[in-house]
């Protein structure tokens, strides 16, 4: 007996592929399908009924192994139906696994798991079979694959006493440890012909008994846009037609016409537990479920001369698994997913000459049978697409085909009327062409991608089809064209993650407001933000999430003990914003993923999905989960944390841009795809062992618009913080660490927001926002009309400007003058300041220095070409921008909206302003024609421009009409008024407290009272005036020490916090403490509590503050020493005390009385996260009188890496009335700056 690889029900040994497979025979894309069906209707018609397979190999009644050495990992696992429990034994240079059945047995399969470590990866293995009579039966080598390796007798072997399994038989050097996961053993049931014939037709029905479903025509790629081979069924099924197939039975059908009689190979895939039949001929018996996957079973068949007929019976097969506290697992291949896929090949998997695949059959009357057509976008390949590597894991796709049926096969097609859009063609096969070249895919390719300039909308045209004999058809097609869906993220350019969303409030502040969070967003530039969903634990009540799990063990829980929802309130905050909200998935297998991101789609309705850890899961199925994204919409956009590889079909790419200014890899995706480069703030108080420092808000802005002129949608994390609670950090550490942390991150995105929008200048989100890079020409390429991808991706010395950066919307360009990011040289690389640029197709109207919106007036145009004169535009250290607007009349941005907010300028009167945007909220327009309305001015009334003034108790709405650019829009406002007291009428959802400034944490000395602000913000995202509002005060000590892993804040509530209209007291203290304060806010009838702020009460004033000052220069700059200010927003590092270095100097303040010292704090000047303009010494005196003089020590400039916003801190323990600080002028730069000096005691 021969014992071998069979094709009867198994694949080859060689590797098991997932979404790419061997050979290029074209998948089967367009079935009829019937369903879902409560018995097997095919088998019953057929009567061939057979029971579900019986794995053997549990049944064994002993099993050995040429040894086990690890206790944990017997050989008891290998047949506990566990694949994450394994036998592992080391040190084995002959391992061997043994099964020893008590009464023979019949086998014809054999199914081993490889096990889950990379140190040894079993390459092959060799079975030796022992029969009843004491013979024996040898495989040869059977290689391995991943999913899992199969091994069929064909015909079976009958009474089989023992089975024993060689790993890597004869390898030299062999590993020092190996193992396997499980091994299954089955006797399929054998072919046998089927007892009536079975001949679906559209529209016909398929019954037995009871049960009677018609045959549906389905082409999974017109009901989700996936660009894959995978017939969903789930989706078409469940999701669109609300029908349950769980546990149920479904089938697909195709003929196949071959010209001959001949030998094929009907490779298929399916979850659940799959049947084939063909010809009426029951050709397999029920598989085993296993992850789905292409060319999962390859089936020898026998192709009759004429039409044949196929058939795919699917049981989806369904279980609930759960652990010991009842929780969902879904550990086993019983999924909640169903679908398939399915071809026709050699044995190569290579096309046979000559076969063609119908929905129809064979019939005298040759008839063009394919239906609706997929969806088409503008810049993708039309349904067919191609990995650049071979990677399983990868993507493929085959091209569309249209299908005829009658006649006499041998089809030939052409369009006789109208046409494709521009970049399709119509192959004579029917097939609409792909642009692989030899099977590979050409990047730089149009072939079988629809162009960019292709007209959106229905593309009409007549397809005809000629069979062998000359007859012909004709039949009318539409093909819609839409814009690539992710092309709003691309042009919005600036997205963000967010990673631990609900740890902070968690852990932290239950109140933290969310609001103000996304507000930040939106005035940083955002089109979207998205939030983490789980990372090391659930931050949904998910079905797969086990509270009582370590890593949820702390997380605060409903009424029901299931972990509370920590998502939606972010969800709500950012869509209020007006920007769009996404959500990050760290990745798990594929039921789990599926099922998980069916739960978040109906949740959270997102228009971006992140999934970040695929290396993780290279044997799941991507086109599966991806799939089960599009069945929902096909809007929302994909996102792979995939390092430069291809899983599944994403519709954006990233890289982890962990330094300042890093690039990401090389297009490597045939679609067009964004490449997102995600970075994350990183600060004192929140470092990370994986990424360097970037707390320098200059750089971050730097970033945003490098990645806006190389073409890229920056990733500009919002994270609260980057720290995640009790499993990994003490409750102390908590409590101490990460309202810090809070707050840097804060600090450095309210100082972005500062640069991007200055307050009484324009906004510089314009130059970015709605982009695209433009074209320049003598710099180092030629304009390709494609839009240069990979050129303003990857500039350097030899391309792209050496000054910096182009980008363009409608008729605006802007030219980005910077240094740094790219090697850019800024203005050094404008010899004169006078910089000639082309082309610029229009006339141009005017040149403005966008910063300081300051007219630029000396220009000139010569055909194509413009130069402007630069002599007198100021240097922005982070963007210098050069408006440029031309007489384009051509729009692609209108005005889409107009935002009404209202500033409560007295208790009875508020002032409603009204922002307009086009399309992204950080592309602002000036509204013209601004009329504001009152629909009931007996109860407000409107007067000047947008003054609301209470007269009378009720509500009524304003509406606000304004245009830009002839188009014209309307925002309103809801206003409530009682008392004599109005306020924006919408509920209030949320009320935030800042003192001093800050939001999240604070360090105040000794002081006479902080400043402190309250607001409310509305549902619809705007400010609520909180005058009529009813305030209760909460202030506390935190024990630092005292919280626990539950609550890890321990706050007791004091009363020596005194609450004034403006200002709050602190109290007292003789030591570091730790205090905070929130407030309860009363509106209306509802309540609402603040945020926490968190602040460290020093022990000491700074004495600096109320100093009289003097410098042994002039008097300018010594102000700016107590102003609170160092470096921010757009006024950058203007106040600061400067002199020249080389020269002695001194600061000299004399303080308001004798004073017990006990420091002095420092800030000192900064760039690119290194100290600038540092002196190297400062001497440090102090006088009782000012005339002696005593030398209280020397200390040293800092080096090194800045910490950006932190003073440096020096210990001073004396009694004294003045200090000087005394330079003797040498330094690390051309200066001396000081930007802030506290001198601390009491």
């Known amino acids: 007996m021969a014992a071998l690889a069979s094709l009867l029900f198994g694949v080859l040994t060689g590797r098991a592929y997932a979404q790419q497979v061997a050979g290029d025979a074209p998948f089967i894309d367009s079935w009829l399908v019937s369903g879902p069906f409560g018995s097997p209707v095919v088998e019953k018609l057929y009567e061939c009924e057979t029971g579900e397979p019986v794995n053997e190999a549990p049944r064994a009644s002993e099993m050995t192994a040429s040894s086990s050495t690890l206790a944990v990992n017997p050989v008891a696992y290998l047949v506990d139906g566990d694949t994450r429990k394994q036998w592992v034994t080391e040190n084995d240079s002959t391992p061997w696994v043994n099964l020893k059945w008590s009464e023979p047995i019949a086998l014809n399969e054999v199914r081993i798991a490889q096990w889950g470590d990379s140190r040894h990866v079993n390459k092959w293995y060799h079975l030796t079979f022992t029969l009843d009579d004491g013979s024996k039966v040898e495989s040869g080598q059977v290689d391995s694959a991943s999913n899992p390796t199969l091994y069929t007798a064909q015909p079976g072997l009958k009474n089989v006493r023992e089975m024993r399994v060689e790993i890597d038989k004869g390898r030299e050097p062999y590993p020092p440890i190996t193992g396997i996961a499980e091994i299954e053993v089955y006797n399929r049931t054998e072919p046998a012909e089927g007892k009536s014939k079975i001949t679906p037709q559209v529209g016909e029905a398929l019954s037995f008994g009871g049960e009677s479903r018609k045959w549906d025509y389905f082409d999974d790629r017109v009901y989700n846009r996936n660009y894959d081979d995978y017939q969903d069924l789930y989706g078409y099924y469940t999701v669109k037609r609300g029908v349950d197939t769980r546990n149920k039975y479904v089938y697909a059908h195709t003929y196949v016409y071959s010209p001959q009689e001949q030998r094929a190979s009907f490779n298929v895939g399916a979850s659940g537990s799959y049947r084939l039949f063909v010809n009426d001929r029951c050709v397999t018996g029920p598989s085993t479920p296993a992850e789905v996957q292409k060319d999962l079973t390859k089936t020898a068949v026998q192709l009759h001369r004429g039409w044949n007929k196929l058939m795919v019976q699917i049981r989806h097969t369904y279980t609930e698994d759960v652990n010991a506290s009842g929780v969902p697992v879904a550990q086993d291949k019983n999924v909640a997913y169903l679908g398939f896929y399915g071809r026709v090949a050699d044995q190569a998997g290579n096309r046979i000459a000559g076969l063609v695949n119908s929905v129809a059959g064979p019939s005298d009357t040759l008839t063009i049978v394919s239906q609706g057509l997929p969806v088409g976008y503008q ?298 480069p995600w970075k994350m703030i990183h600060t004192r108080d929140e470092l990370s062992p994986y990424y360097g420092k970037r707390d320098d808000y200059r750089q971050v802005a730097k970033e945003m618009v490098m990645n806006a002129g190389r073409g890229y949608a920056d990733n500009n994390d919002q994270s609260i913080i980057d720290s995640r609670g009790p499993n990994w950090h003490t409750p102390q550490e908590i409590a101490t660490r990460y309202p810090k942390a809070a707050q840097e991150f804060i600090d450095v995105r309210e100082n972005l927001i500062g640069w991007f929008a200055p307050e009484g200048g324009p906004e510089r989100h314009e130059s970015t926002t709605g982009t695209t890079p433009y074209f320049l020409s003598g710099h180092g390429y030629e304009d390709d009309g494609r839009g240069n991808y990979e050129k303003f991706a990857f500039p350097n010395d030899a391309t792209g400007p050496q000054w910096g950066y182009a980008t363009a919307r409608d008729n605006a360009i802007y030219l980005h003058i910077m240094r740094g990011p790219d090697g850019k040289k800024g203005f050094d690389a404008i010899p004169g300041r006078s910089l000639t640029i082309s082309p610029v197709g229009h006339r141009v109207t005017s040149v403005t220095g966008l910063n300081a919106n300051v007219p630029i007036t000396s220009f000139s145009q010569h055909g194509d070409s413009l130069s402007i004169n630069l002599a007198d535009v100021r240097e922005d250290p982070v963007d210098t921008i050069i408006k440029i607007v031309t007489d384009d009349p051509a729009r692609t941005y209108k005005l889409t909206d107009v935002v009404t907010v209202a500033d409560q300028i007295a208790p009875s009167m508020l002032k409603v302003r009204a922002e307009g945007y086009m399309t992204y909220p950080a592309l602002k327009v000036k509204l013209s024609d601004l009329t504001y309305r009152s629909a009931n001015p007996a109860v407000a009334a409107v007067h000047g421009p947008g003054v609301v003034t209470a007269r009378s108790n009720g509500t009524t709405t304003i509406t606000v009409s304004g245009r830009h650019e002839g188009v014209t829009g309307q925002g309103t406002l809801r206003v409530r008024v009682r008392d004599g007291v109005v306020h924006a009428a919408d509920d209030m959802i949320d009320a935030s407290l800042l003192i001093a400034g800050k939001e999240a944490y604070g360090e105040f000395p000794l002081n006479d009272g902080l400043r402190y602000t309250l607001e409310g913000r509305s549902a619809k995202g705007g400010p609520v005036g909180l005058g009529a509002a009813r305030i209760r005060w909460h202030g506390g000590i935190v024990d630092l020490s005292g919280g626990d892993k539950d609550k890890p804040i321990a706050i007791h509530e004091v009363d020596t916090f005194s609450f004034g209209r403006n200002k709050i007291i602190t109290p007292a203290v003789d030591k570091p403490t730790r205090g905070v304060v929130w407030a309860d806010v009363t509106l209306d009838g509802k309540t609402v509590t603040t945020n926490r702020v968190f602040m460290d009460l020093l022990p000491y004033r700074n004495l600096a503050r109320t100093a009289e000052i003097t410098s042994s220069h002039p008097q300018g700059g010594v102000a700016n020493l107590v102003d609170g200010r160092t470096i921010e927003g757009a006024r950058f590092d203007q106040s600061k005390w400067s002199v020249p270095a080389g020269e002695a100097a001194w600061i000299q303040f004399k303080l308001p009385a004798n004073s017990d010292l006990s420091g002095i704090a420092i800030s000192f000047n900064s760039l690119d996260q290194k100290y600038l303009n540092i002196p190297k010494t400062i001497k440090i005196q102090i006088s009782e009188d000012g005339a002696s003089w005593n030398d209280a020590g020397t200390i040293n400039g800092p080096t090194g890496t800045a910490d950006f916003g932190f003073p440096n801190r020096y210990p001073l323990s004396a009694k004294a009335r003045y200090v000087r600080l005394a330079f003797n002028g040498d330094a690390n730069g051309s200066m001396i700056d000081l930007l802030e000096v506290a001198i601390n005691g009491r």
């Open 379 to 676: 810049e993708w390949p039309y349904v067919w697409n191609k990995s650049v590597s071979g990677n399983p894991y990868g993507v493929s796709a085959s091209a569309f085909q249209f299908m005829a049926a009658g006649g006499t096969p041998g089809y030939t097609w052409k369009v006789t009327a109208g046409k494709l859009p521009d970049g399709l063609e119509l192959n004579p096969d029917g097939t609409i062409a792909d642009g692989l070249v030899n099977g590979k895919v050409d990047l730089n390719s149009t072939k079988g991608v629809i162009g960019g300039d292709a007209k959106p909308g229905d593309h009409h045209f007549t397809v005809q089809v000629t069979d062998g004999t000359g007859s012909s058809a004709t039949k009318d097609f539409t093909l819609t064209v839409k814009e690539r869906p992710n092309k709003w993220f691309e042009q919005g350019r600036v997205g963000a993650l967010t990673h631990a969303t609900a740890v902070y409030g968690s852990f932290v502040d239950p109140n933290f407001s969310v609001e103000r969070w996304a507000g930040r967003a939106k005035s940083q530039g955002h089109s979207l933000v998205s939030v983490e969903t789980n990372q090391q634990a659930y931050f949904w009540p998910s079905k797969f999430c086990d509270p009582k799990s370590d890593r949820h063990l702390y997380y605060p829980k409903d009424e029901h003990g299931n972990v509370l929802d920590g998502i939606k309130k972010f969800e709500q905050a950012v869509k209020r914003q007006g920007i769009r909200f996404g959500l990050y998935y760290a990745s798990r297998n594929t039921d789990v993923t599926v099922q998980d991101i069916a739960d978040l789609i109906h949740r959270y309705d997102p228009s971006y999905l992140y999934f970040d850890g695929p290396q993780g899961h290279k044997s799941d199925n991507f086109d599966v989960i991806y799939s089960s994204i599009r069945n929902y919409s096909d809007t929302i956009i994909v996102n792979s944390n995939a390092w430069g590889e291809e899983y599944g079909d994403p519709d954006l790419r990233t890289a982890e841009a962990s330094g300042i200014y890093a690039n990401a890899s090389r297009n490597h995706l045939l679609k067009r795809t964004t490449m997102e």
